[in-house]
């Protein structure tokens, strides 16, 4: 490993669950890399210093069971400098709101065929479950070991693919997300009964 980038590629980068694991990430590394977010309209200066790098870290949460949008219109724009960086290896930490991180596999699968098309190396993987969740919990710290296991495998060139996530039932897990997000309904003037229909966007603003 030379240089490092890492891409951030929540649609809610500044505030996101993403933005907290590439932190840990570089704290585990001992060192500050650059972080460009996918959602920036000005994507030329991550380009210019993708092309500079030995190595990209894609950070990212599962939206629709896949990639998210803009992480998708980054990558298809990165396609256009692939000659510049044939070297490339590319590192994935992708985080789900689902208590098992194979969840994550198709998002997986989107980058290894991404990098198989542009000639790309796969480096190491990082799949979280209860990722929007594990980091305010008392098993944050599994996620942050995970996370110093995956910058280690990074750090010397190697390929691991790693797993995490809190050790909870699914019944457990699922009684607990209910309270949460009931909870934040109430916080926001919506009801449990709003919150089950398709029309809670337009009759309310959720903070």
């Known amino acids: 490993m030379e240089k490092i980038i890492i891409i951030n590629g929540s649609p809610r980068a500044p505030h996101s669950n993403s933005r907290q694991y590439a932190a840990i990430f570089q704290q585990a590394m001992g060192e500050n890399f650059p972080v460009y977010d996918a959602i920036t309209k000005k994507p030329e200066e991550a380009f210019r210093a993708v092309e500079q790098a030995s190595d990209l ?35 994935v930490l992708v985080n789900c709101g689902f208590l098992e991180p194979e969840q994550n596999t198709v998002a997986l699968e989107i980058i290894r065929l991404f990098c198989k098309k542009n000639g790309f190396t796969v480096g190491s993987t990082l799949q979280i479950g209860s990722g929007e969740a594990i980091l305010t919990t008392p ?48 916080q926001n003037g919506v009801s449990k009964e709003q919150m089950e229909t398709m029309e809670i966007e337009s009759s309310k603003k959720i903070k």
Do not use: C
């Not at 949460?61 to 980054?74: K, N």
């Open 139 to 186: 098993f944050a710290f599994l996620a942050k070991r995970k996370v110093r296991q995956f910058a280690a495998a990074v750090r010397a060139g190697r390929h691991k693919a790693l797993k995490t996530t809190m050790p909870l039932s699914k019944q457990s897990f699922i009684k607990a997300s209910t309270k949460f997000w009931l909870s934040r309904g109430a």
């Open 57 to 91: 870290l894609l950070v990212f949460p599962l939206y629709a069971d896949g990639v998210p949008a803009v992480l998708l219109r980054f990558l298809k724009e990165l396609e256009n400098h692939a000659e510049a960086t044939r070297a490339l290896s590319v590192h």
